[in-house]
């Protein structure tokens, strides 16, 4: 998908390299060493009892 847009094939690894998976974005910002403190709740997986779910990619 990058190249077809003129980006570089790992564009989407850079990505999650530099700024987290969502996971990391989310307790960086909210969680709990954050003055929100906020739990994930319903920002968890859906596997954790959240609604996020990712669709496998084919």
């Given at each position: 998908f990058c190249a077809k847009i003129g980006l570089e094939s790992d564009c989407f690894v850079n990505v999650i390299k530099q700024v987290g998976n969502y996971e990391e974005i989310?307790?960086?910002n909210l969680g709990?060493?954050?003055v929100f403190n906020l739990p994930r709740g319903l920002?968890?997986?859906y596997t954790d009892g959240g609604i996020l779910y990712a669709p496998p990619i084919r």
């Open positions: 989310y307790n960086r709990p060493d954050t920002n968890s997986l």
